[in-house]
């Protein structure tokens, strides 16, 4: 299982208000409590942190903010002998405008590390003027201080002779200088890395074809070098991204429907353009599992065994489970699904004991992107009941961002006291998956019910019903077969409000069961 930490809202170990890697150390034996075996951390490299780090100045170096190298590397030591790994954020597709790298490009005309043109373009946004002795404009991605890296152009057009092919000298250095920056933290370490929008690497690439050859060529020097190293990569769409060479993809709510079927229900972090449909795992219970069930075979067919499906429960971009309607006590199903599909799960820090997704939280580090308002799943990490939840022994007004003001909100401290918890389900859950194989991210799956309660079996020998809505939901199995028995008998690994009788399945509200067919 994988665990996302937004560095910046952990654990600040130094009361300056930010959390740190320090703080990060101190957590790991919660961490191997919970059961996480891998770490992502967001990016913690030197930056102006314009865009939140996602603007790297210096891809070999950590953040003063964060600590030094060497506390990198005591991270790394300390969570291995944890039996836990880390993963790092590399982002790919461009650098900040402080980077040594786009300095000397905007000085030097035969230097074409970026994407520079001659003309006036329109969009503003996208070209910026050349800050250098360089004349002209570069490209820039999302916000003017991050320029773009040049990958090359899948098609080339004689009206814009700014393009180049991929095999030029400055996609072919740049190349080079990822697999440098991999070798440099593999070598200290590093367990792999999650790939910002690595989709979007080469540009008027319509079939991301020259992009998944990109990848595939760094995967074969990953398979030759590092052999126990892995990608996990921002694409969202793995039935295209594993079969050219990424290890691991995640289904996102940017691509598609599959994972916004799930969870968005149209609050919280939202962008107009996505629409309202319902979501499955909503009290109201008017979603359907046939979106994520199509794009999941669809995937599931193309990737073939060669690689995973990554499933988050949120992340720094995107609403919290907890959002708006959907509280805290709604998500149990959501966490029971997630941990006995077969994909590979990514927990959001905070989600597993329900933090909420908070309204009103002002803007940091770029965290307002056009429509969408994601600083408030950013908020910080809410450990115990004293000051600031135990994040920061700071003052308030200090903070990276102000803790969740709500009187009722969860902590790590309370939810280990309680057995019956949100947290100590997740527990419980991702323990029972690590025990029992068939839960995992492998082996067989066949659904039985898609409807309310979504009821299948794994491997055969095990039945999960999950029923996110908060009506009660109810389904005749007697004409189903479970393991081959006409009357199987059914014993209870986990769950709550969800009762066997004969063969009918009764699922109350916001409940889910995970049984062993025997």
Request: net charge negative; hydrophobic share 40%.
């Amino acid at each position: 299982m994988i665990y996302q930490i937004y560095p910046q809202s952990f654990a600040d170990s130094n009361g300056d208000g930010i959390g740190d890697l320090d703080g990060i150390t101190e957590r790991l034996d919660y961490l191997e409590w919970l059961g996480v075996n891998t770490v992502w951390l967001n990016p913690c490299f030197v930056s102006e942190f314009g865009d939140a780090g996602y603007d790297v100045a210096d891809y070999l170096a950590i953040a003063p903010r964060y600590g030094s190298n060497a506390d990198f590397e005591r991270l790394v030591e300390a969570a291995r002998s944890r039996g836990i790994r880390i993963m790092l954020d590399l982002v790919a597709g461009h650098t900040s405008h402080l980077h040594p790298w786009f300095k000397q490009s905007a000085d030097d005309p035969s230097d074409d590390r970026f994407i520079w043109s001659d003309a006036v373009h329109a969009p503003v946004r996208n070209w910026i003027p050349s800050p250098g002795r360089r004349p002209g404009y570069y490209l820039a991605n999302f916000y003017p201080i991050q320029p773009a890296l040049n990958y090359g152009y899948a098609r080339l057009d004689p009206a814009e002779p700014w393009r180049q092919p991929v095999d030029a000298a400055g996609p072919r250095a740049n190349r080079a200088a990822l697999r440098e920056i991999m070798a440099y933290w593999f070598d200290r370490g590093v367990c792999g890395f999650r790939v910002d929008m690595a989709y979007s690497l080469v540009k008027d690439d319509p079939d991301r074809s020259a992009t998944a050859a990109l990848w595939g060529e760094m995967r074969a020097w990953i398979d030759r070098e590092y052999p126990d190293r892995a990608l996990l990569s921002e694409w969202g769409d793995p039935k295209t991204s594993v079969p050219a060479g990424i290890h691991v993809d995640f289904f996102l709510h940017f691509t598609g429907r599959a994972l916004r079927s799930l969870w968005d229900n149209a609050q919280g972090s939202h962008s107009a353009q996505w629409g309202t449909d319902p979501c499955y795992f909503a009290p109201e219970g008017e979603g359907s599992m046939k979106e994520f069930l199509t794009a999941w075979r669809e995937a599931e067919g193309a990737i073939n065994g060669s690689g995973y499906i990554a499933l988050p429960t949120a992340n720094h971009d995107f609403s919290r489970l907890a959002c708006g309607t959907r509280t805290r006590e709604m998500t149990a199903p959501a966490f029971a699904f997630l941990l006995t599909w077969p994909t590979l799960p990514v927990v959001y820090f905070g989600d597993e004991i329900g933090m909420r997704y908070v309204p009103g939280v002002p803007d940091k580090e770029g965290s307002q992107l056009d429509d969408q308002t994601r600083q408030g799943s950013r908020t910080p990490m809410q450990w115990d009941g004293t000051a600031n939840a135990g994040f920061s022994a700071a003052a308030p007004e200090k903070l990276y961002l102000p803790i969740d003001p709500d009187e009722d909100r969860p902590t790590v401290a309370a939810q280990r006291e309680d057995q019956e918890s949100l947290l100590n389900q997740v527990r419980r859950l991702i323990a029972l998956r690590a025990a029992h194989p068939a839960l995992g991210s492998g082996g067989t799956v066949e659904v039985l019910n898609t409807g309310y309660p979504f009821v299948y079996t794994r491997g055969g020998n095990h039945l999960i019903v999950t029923n996110p809505r908060r009506e009660p939901a109810r389904l005749d199995i007697s004409g189903l077969a479970l393991a081959g028995q006409s009357a199987p008998r059914l014993r209870s690994l986990a769950g709550h409000g969800v009762h066997i009788a004969g063969r009918e399945v009764e699922a109350d509200g916001f409940s889910y069961g995970v049984f062993e067919i025997g």
